[in-house]
């Protein structure tokens, strides 16, 4: 592997995939050598595991470190394993990554047939686990289509709308673009929620679906400015968050 005695610095171009997880095992020894933290070398147990988007974790246990990498690292270029195997070991070791590592690491992720690539898969295997749309209290596809005739004169693509299996009181709303899907949590299929709340949340997803989200370099712009004066709209939008805001803070 000739590629992966290089520095992370600045080489994010070249293409040659890294492939194995041997390779991948062999990637952060080096950078671990590199490092040199601490003076013993953890075990390391490295997997390529068919996660639904473009994760990456790392645990380290009784000399063990046990690193699980989504399978589309495996199609990086080895220069970009070594960048995220220096993020990560800096992780645990408590040190800052350096700069050349996370610009390496970012340029690929925020490659756009990249973020294509990854988008593909978590359509295909990240399928949302919802409950049906028409709750106890509240039929979300009613809200929706409301909602749509309202303020998008119906022009809204139908989304697949549901609630959440578990009644989350930290998430209360998500739009999942890969499934064009908007999730609403349990919690708020209640009696004590206001109409207005649940529609508001769900408008606020809508806008998702109607704003997708904006890449400025590397950065996500998830509610763009435009997004929030549309959301404005909402009739009850100051008393729908300050209502959110209060129940479950
Ligand atoms: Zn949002």
Same mark, same amino acid.
């Given at each position: ?41 953890? +075990?390391?147990?490295?997997? =390529? ?15 063990? +470190? ?84 309202? =303020? ?7 989304? *697949?709308?549901?609630?959440?299996? *578990? ?66 709209? =909402? ?15």
């Amino acid at each position: 592997m000739p590629l992966a005695s290089q520095s992370a610095g600045g080489q994010c171009a070249l293409p040659l995939p890294l492939g194995t997880s041997e390779a991948a095992r062999e990637a952060f020894e080096r950078v671990f050598r590199r490092l040199r933290t601490v003076p013993q070398a953890p +075990a390391f147990d490295i997997e =390529f595991r068919p996660f639904a988007g473009l994760r990456s974790q790392i645990t380290l246990r009784d000399g063990r +470190a046990c690193v699980r990498l989504s399978d589309l690292f495996s199609e990086a270029p080895a220069i970009v394993v070594e960048a995220l195997a220096e993020i990560l070991l800096a992780r645990v070791y408590r040190l800052p990554p350096s700069p050349e590592a996370r610009r390496c690491y970012l340029s690929w992720v925020c490659n756009p047939a990249v973020r294509e690539r990854s988008e593909e898969i978590r359509r295909a295997r990240g399928r949302p686990r919802v409950l049906p749309p028409q709750g106890k209290y509240f039929d979300l596809d009613a809200i929706f289509s409301g909602l749509n005739r309202r =303020f998008f004169n119906g022009d809204l693509p139908t989304c *697949r709308l549901g609630w959440t299996p *578990r009644a989350s009181r930290t998430v209360l709303g998500r739009y999942d673009p890969a499934h064009r899907a908007i999730i609403v949590s349990k919690s708020l299929d209640a009696a004590s929620v206001p109409r207005y709340v649940v529609e508001y949340l769900v408008f606020h997803e809508m806008l998702h679906a109607r704003f997708p989200l904006e890449w400025r370099g590397c950065r996500r712009v998830i509610h763009s400015s435009e997004f929030r004066a549309v959301e404005k709209r =909402f009739p009850h939008y100051h008393k729908a968050r300050a209502r959110l805001k209060h129940a479950f803070a």
